[in-house]
């Protein structure tokens, strides 16, 4: 059983709306002048607080020229466009774990992104090469709404229910999670998805398990129960603060879907309202959101998928057509700025960057550059075993179920 605990909410998530403006200006300013929005930063040496934009363009530059093929830089669809600049490869969460795996050889992976993207990329690659994160204070306040221990008395709570029998319930957790959940779901005969591939891998969950728990994105979970068909009197919300999840054990039984009670705060800012603005204001426009997003706003898109999903349906989009976007800025305005010959414009009229993802300012990127090049590994992300080597049995469950 439960005990009940009192309702934490994560300083993330607090801390979200931190850099949202209204002039949409997403300029890089020194490390000390963004320090000033009152985050939590993970402290830099001195030096790197009054680096202006200029002078760390020419150091990351020249660092990247002298660790040659050593090193490669990872960066996901949100980070700003002074850091995406660098990036070898970029991508959605999907697409940059599949990239990592494929790195051998490479002896430092620098992943822009956030922290349970690194903690993949250090699963899926060789304990030889060194995975580094350029700011440990850029987590995910998603990620945070689902603590290990909490997932774990869930699953024991939900198993007691059930009997413990196998295929009564198959654990399903979004790339947004810790390694200590992925590795609860390989060890529990569960997989990892994400926003790409998350209707395949609820398929693999249902032919092997009559009921799924998804953990921590209720939203990504309902969207995808929905778009496999399956009615929302099926589905149940799992309250991580609440004994038994808020559920009696009859509800458990009759459930198909176990939703845990988590959300992102970026994607919960997009409206129903916001959807209906954008079709007055631009008639034929077409509106694509993530499936983060909640199920109300989702219905009322065109279309939603992951990141890279929205990268590639305006990219390939013709001349002249119009879209409203519901995802994270920094993506839609480069997004906006790629294609200058479409109308391409962010659902929420306020500025709003994903506010982990914008922590990893080119100051941290220089500063574990230059690390590498004294010979200095900062932020490595190390996940021990044997979490290591369950979660690897759920992402590589993911990987074979594709997306
Ligand atoms: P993608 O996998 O679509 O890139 O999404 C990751 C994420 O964190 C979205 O908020
Ligand atoms: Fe996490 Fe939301 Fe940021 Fe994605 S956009 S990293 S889910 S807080």
Redesign the pocket.
């Known amino acids: 059983m439960t005990t009940p605990r009192l309702t934490v909410v994560p300083i993330t998530e607090l801390e979200q709306s931190a850099f949202c403006q209204t002039d949409g200006n997403l300029r890089t300013k020194t490390l000390e002048e963004e320090f000033r929005a009152g985050v939590r930063w993970q402290k830099v040496p001195l030096r790197y607080l009054k680096l202006s934009p200029e002078e760390l363009d020419r150091g990351i530059a020249e660092a990247r020229q002298a660790l040659g093929d050593s090193t490669i830089v990872l960066g996901?669809?949100?980070q700003r466009e002074d850091i995406i600049k660098y990036a070898d490869f970029r991508g959605?969460?999907?697409k940059l774990s599949k990239m990592a795996a494929q790195t051998r050889g490479v002896r430092f992976i620098v992943f822009c992104g956030?922290h349970f993207m690194a903690e993949t990329a250090d699963i899926l690659t060789e304990p030889s090469q060194a995975v580094i994160l350029p700011n440990l204070a850029a987590g995910?306040s998603?990620a945070d709404m689902a603590r290990s221990d909490d997932a774990e008395e869930c699953w024991n709570d939900i198993t007691s229910v059930l009997g413990g029998r196998p295929g009564e319930v198959i654990p399903v957790t979004y790339?947004?999670s810790t390694a200590a959940i992925k590795a609860l779901c390989g060890r529990n005969g569960g997989l990892v998805c994400?926003?790409?591939n998350a209707a395949e891998a609820f398929k693999w969950a249902y032919a092997r398990g009559k009921r799924v728990l998804f953990l921590p994105d209720q939203h990504l979970g309902r969207n995808t129960g929905l778009k496999l068909g399956m009615p929302l009197s099926d589905m149940t919300l799992w309250s991580p603060f609440r004994p038994m999840g808020g559920l009696t054990p009859d509800q458990i039984r009759n459930t198909k879907l176990i939703l845990w009670q988590g959300h992102?705060s970026?994607?919960t800012r997009f409206t129903v309202d916001q959807v209906r603005e954008a079709r007055e204001k631009h008639p034929g426009v077409k509106v694509v959101v993530?499936p983060?997003c909640t199920m109300d706003v989702v219905n009322a898109a065109d279309m939603n998928g992951?990141?890279?999903f929205i990268v590639k349906t305006v990219s390939a989009a013709p001349a002249g057509s119009v879209w409203a976007i519901g995802?994270?800025i920094n993506l839609v305005s480069r997004l906006a700025h790629e294609n200058p010959d479409k109308t391409v414009f962010c659902l929420d009229p306020i500025v709003c960057p994903?506010a982990t993802m914008y922590r990893i300012h080119p100051a941290y990127l220089l500063w574990v550059l230059e690390g590498l090049m004294a010979g200095l590994i900062i932020n490595r992300i190390a996940v021990p075993d044997p979490t290591r080597s369950e979660a690897l049995s759920a992402l590589n469950r993911m990987l074979e179920v594709g997306g």
């Open positions: 996901h669809h949100y959605d969460s999907y956030v995910c998603m790339m947004n994400t926003s790409s992102c970026v994607h993530h983060e992951s990141t890279e995802t994270e994903c």
